[in-house]
């Protein structure tokens, strides 16, 4: 059975179907979040700073492990080490973990609490590839009473 188009046509359900189809695939091919493959290798990052700002640079590799892409201590460190303003501790600590898994979509997550003297550092660190070798996000640190949020932005090194 066909269906009366817009000016007067008949548009069948195969028809309809079809470009529903072509549309849906076209979009998840195109869409939000469709990024090229994060390249393996080591990384630098720093916080957005005003000029003369002082900060902490980041240092962390992305390797596959299993199968899957990772971030991980760069060699000859020992951990990973992010991007850092030192407004609320000026330790310049690394992450605890030995390794932050990065999403298919480019993005990886960790929330951690480091025990210090006085208290805990709690990060909340956020990155997304925006290309194969560049990746930004924000970052979140507090310790005792003190809150601060920067963005950051990073590049493959090497």
Do not use: N
């Not at 359900?13 to 390249?39: E, F």
């Not at 060699?75 to 991007?83: C, N, S």
């Not at 805990?120 to 310790?143: C, M, Q």
């Amino acid at each position: 059975m066909a269906t009366e188009g817009h000016r007067g046509g008949a548009v069948g359900g195969a028809g309809i179907v079809a470009v529903v189809v072509l549309a849906l695939a076209t979009a998840s091919a195109h869409g939000a979040g469709a990024t090229a493959p994060v390249a393996i290798g080591d990384y630098e990052a720093a916080p957005v700073v005003d000029e003369g700002g002082t900060y902490s640079t980041g240092l962390f590799s992305v390797a596959r492990e299993a199968g899957k892409r990772t971030v991980v201590p760069t060699e000859g460190f020992d951990a990973i080490f992010y991007p850092d303003i030192g407004k609320c501790d000026q330790l310049a600590l690394p992450l605890l973990a030995s390794g932050v898994p990065i999403k298919r979509s480019g993005r990886f997550h960790i929330e951690e609490r480091t025990p210090v003297e006085a208290g805990a550092v709690a990060v909340d660190w956020k990155g997304r590839w925006t290309k194969a070798k560049r990746v930004s996000g924000t970052i979140t640190i507090k310790l005792a009473g003190c809150s601060s949020t920067v963005s950051w932005t990073g590049r493959k090194v090497g």
